[in-house]
C-alpha cells in the first residue's frame, strides 16, 4: 500500500540518507504519540462506563464494566512489555483502537434501539481522537477499519438486534465517514510530518553546505591576509628608515597611513655625491593595486637616479614617465594606470632647492607665509594632458628656518560626518600651524586634525604628508 505522502511525491526530496533520518524520526514520533494515545486510552476508558451505568440495560452492565476493564488490562499489558522491550510502535496503537472498536461494536449490537446513538457517537468519538494522535502507515489504518467492520457485521449477523437501517441510521452513516476521515486524517498527518522534516532536513544539508563553503573561503581569506601582510613586510622594506631621513634631513614629520594593509602611496629617498632626493607618491589605487604600482615607481626611481645618473628632478619625472609606459604597454592597450608625484631634490653645496611635480604640490611655509608651487597636471603614465611636452624644474632659495610640505591627496580630500572635504584651504592653514611646532608635536597634530575631521567616517584614501624643517 502506497502511503499519501508518497502520492504528493515527498519522497522524491529525500536522498537515501534523508529517508533512512526519516524513518529514525518517524520511529520516534510514533513511540511518543502512540504511547501518549495508549496511556490516555487506558486512563479514560474505565471512566466511560459512567455511560453504562446510566445508559446500559442494569442486568448487563457488571458484563459491560468487565469489558472495559478487560480491554484497559491488556492495554497495561501492552504499555508494560513496551516499556521493558520497545517494541514496534505500532503495537502501541493496536490495542487502543482494536479492543476498544471491538467492546463498542458488541454494545452497539445488544444495546437498546433508543441508547444506540450514544455509543455511536463514543465510537466516532475514539477513532477521531486516535486520528489525531496515532503515526501508523496507511495498510495499519485500513487493517483497523476492516476489522471493525467486520466486528460490527458479526455481532450484528449474532444478536440481530437492530437491522442495517436501524443501524446505519441511528450513527452508522457517521461511523463509516468518521472511518474514512480517520484514515486521512493519520495520514494527513503523517505527510506534514514529513514535509517538514524534509525542510528541515534540506536546510541542515544546505547550511552543512554553506559551513563548508565559508570554511573554504576562511581559509583562502587567512591565505589572502597572510600574503597581504607579507607584501606589507615587502614594501616597507623599500621605504626610507627615520635614522635616513634624520641624517640627511634633521627635523622631520611623515604621516603614512594606507586605507588598507598595503598602500598604493609611498614616499622615497636617495642620496648621491651631489644632491640629496625626496618624493611623496601616490599610485592609482590603493590596497594590492596601489601597492604593486608603487614597486614599479620605487624602482624606477632608483634606477633613474642610480643607475642613469638622472639629476634634475624634471628630467626624472619625464624619463619615469616614458619607462613607465612602456613597461605597462599604454601605447597599444587600455592601462590607465599611473602616478602623482612631488620630488625635491637639495644640493649638499649650493643648498637650492630644484623641485618637480606631477600633480602633487609643494607647500613652503616662511613666518606666518605659505607659498604653493603648482605641480605639472600631468600624471606619470596614464592618458597625455593636452598640450604638455616636459615637466617643469622649479629652482627655489631657501630661506632660513622654512618648513617644506608635500601631501598626497588623501589628506585634502577626506570628508567629514557632514559630507564635506577637508580641503586644500585648510590643509594649508594646518601647515601654517604645524610649522610653529617641532616635528613631534606637528606629526602629533596632524595625526589628530585628520581623526577629528574623519569622525565615524571611513578613511577613503591612502593618507601620506611628509615636512622638513630647514636649518
Same mark, same amino acid.
Given at each position: 500500500m502506497t502511503d499519501l505522502g508518497n502520492l504528493v511525491g515527498i519522497d522524491s526530496f529525500l536522498d537515501q540518507e534523508g529517508q533512512a533520518k526519516w524513518e529514525e524520526e518517524k520511529t520516534k514520533q510514533a513511540i511518543s504519540y502512540n504511547r501518549i494515545g495508549l496511556w490516555i486510552a487506558l486512563v479514560l476508558y474505565p471512566v466511560w462506563s459512567l455511560l453504562d451505568y446510566f445508559l446500559a440495560p442494569h442486568d448487563q452492565?457488571?458484563?459491560?464494566?468487565?469489558?472495559?476493564?478487560? +480491554?484497559?488490562?491488556?492495554?497495561?499489558? @501492552? *504499555?508494560?512489555?513496551?516499556?521493558?522491550?520497545? @517494541?514496534?510502535?505500532?503495537?502501541?496503537?493496536?490495542p487502543v483502537v482494536l479492543t476498544i472498536g471491538t467492546d463498542i461494536a458488541y454494545k452497539c449490537n445488544v444495546v437498546s434501539h433508543e441508547i444506540l446513538t450514544p455509543y455511536m457517537i463514543q465510537y466516532c468519538t475514539l477513532f477521531v481522537c486516535s486520528g489525531m494522535l496515532h503515526i501508523w502507515r496507511t495498510r495499519n489504518?485500513?487493517?483497523?477499519?476492516?476489522?471493525?467492520?467486520?466486528? =460490527?457485521?458479526?455481532?450484528?449477523?449474532?444478536? $440481530?438486534?437492530?437491522?442495517?437501517?436501524e443501524v446505519?441510521?441511528?450513527?452508522?452513516?457517521?461511523?463509516?465517514?468518521?472511518?474514512?476521515?480517520?484514515?486521512?486524517?493519520?495520514?494527513?498527518?503523517?505527510?506534514?510530518?514529513?514535509?517538514? =522534516?524534509?525542510?528541515?532536513?534540506?536546510?541542515?544539508?544546505?547550511?552543512?553546505?554553506?559551513?563548508?563553503?565559508?570554511?573554504?573561503?576562511?581559509?583562502?581569506?587567512? %591565505?589572502?591576509?597572510?600574503?597581504?601582510?607579507?607584501?606589507?613586510?615587502?614594501q616597507h622594506a623599500f621605504l626610507p628608515e627615520t635614522k635616513e631621513l634624520q641624517c640627511a634631513f634633521g627635523d622631520h614629520l611623515l604621516m603614512y597611513r594606507p586605507k588598507n594593509v598595503v598602500s598604493g602611496d609611498f614616499y622615497w629617498f636617495a642620496e648621491t655625491e651631489r644632491k640629496k632626493y625626496f618624493a611623496?607618491?601616490? +599610485?592609482?589605487?590603493?590596497?594590492?593595486?596601489g601597492a604593486f604600482m608603487s614597486i614599479i615607481g620605487a624602482s624606477l626611481l632608483n634606477q633613474l637616479v642610480h643607475e642613469k645618473k638622472l639629476i634634475e628632478p624634471n628630467d626624472i619625472l619625464d624619463h619615469m614617465r616614458e619607462h613607465l609606459r612602456v613597461l605597462l604597454k599604454q601605447d597599444s592597450n587600455d592601462v590607465r594606470d599611473g602616478m602623482e608625484i612631488g620630488l625635491?631634490?637639495?644640493?649638499?653645496?649650493?643648498? *637650492?632647492?630644484?623641485?618637480?611635480?606631477? #600633480?602633487?604640490?609643494?607647500?613652503?611655509? !616662511?613666518?606666518?607665509?605659505? $607659498?604653493?608651487?603648482?605641480?605639472?597636471? $600631468?600624471?606619470?603614465?596614464?592618458?597625455?594632458?593636452?598640450?604638455?611636452?616636459?615637466?617643469? !624644474?622649479?629652482?627655489?632659495?631657501?630661506?632660513?628656518?622654512?618648513?617644506?610640505?608635500?601631501?598626497?591627496?588623501?589628506?585634502?580630500? %577626506? =570628508?567629514?560626518?557632514? !559630507?564635506?572635504?577637508?580641503?586644500?584651504?585648510?590643509?594649508?592653514?594646518?601647515?601654517?600651524?604645524?610649522?610653529?611646532n617641532n616635528? %613631534?608635536?606637528? +606629526?602629533?597634530?596632524?595625526?589628530?586634525?585628520?581623526?577629528?575631521? #574623519?569622525?565615524? $567616517?571611513?578613511?577613503?584614501?591612502?593618507v601620506l604628508v611628509a615636512g622638513f624643517w630647514i636649518n
Open positions: 452492565y457488571h458484563l459491560f464494566l468487565n469489558l472495559r476493564l478487560l +480491554c484497559a488490562g491488556i492495554m497495561l499489558v @501492552f *504499555a508494560l512489555l513496551h516499556l521493558k522491550w520497545k @517494541f514496534n510502535p505500532d503495537w502501541l496503537a493496536y489504518s485500513l487493517l483497523v477499519v476492516a476489522i471493525t467492520l467486520t466486528s =460490527f457485521i458479526a455481532f450484528r449477523e449474532m444478536y $440481530q438486534k437492530h437491522t442495517y437501517p446505519l441510521s441511528n450513527g452508522g452513516l457517521i461511523i463509516i465517514t468518521v472511518l474514512i476521515v480517520y484514515v486521512f486524517l493519520i495520514q494527513t498527518r503523517v505527510m506534514l510530518m514529513k514535509k517538514a =522534516f524534509t525542510a528541515r532536513y534540506r536546510l541542515s544539508i544546505a547550511l552543512d553546505e554553506v559551513k563548508e563553503k565559508n570554511t573554504i573561503i576562511e581559509k583562502k581569506n587567512l %591565505q589572502i591576509v597572510d600574503s597581504i601582510n607579507y607584501g606589507k613586510r615587502i611623496v607618491v601616490d +599610485c592609482t589605487g590603493h590596497g594590492v593595486p625635491i631634490s637639495i644640493d649638499k653645496t649650493t643648498k *637650492a632647492l630644484h623641485y618637480a611635480g606631477a #600633480r602633487i604640490m609643494l607647500f613652503i611655509v !616662511n613666518g606666518n607665509e605659505i $607659498q604653493d608651487i603648482e605641480p605639472d597636471k $600631468q600624471p606619470i603614465g596614464g592618458l597625455d594632458y593636452k598640450g604638455f611636452t616636459k615637466y617643469t !624644474n622649479h629652482v627655489i632659495t631657501l630661506r632660513e628656518n622654512s618648513v617644506l610640505f608635500m601631501t598626497s591627496d588623501g589628506y585634502p580630500d %577626506q =570628508f567629514s560626518d557632514e !559630507n564635506k572635504k577637508y580641503g586644500k584651504k585648510k590643509t594649508k592653514e594646518l601647515f601654517l600651524e604645524i610649522a610653529k616635528p %613631534q608635536d606637528g +606629526c602629533q597634530l596632524i595625526n589628530s586634525t585628520f581623526d577629528e575631521w #574623519r569622525g565615524n $567616517q571611513d578613511q577613503i584614501d591612502d
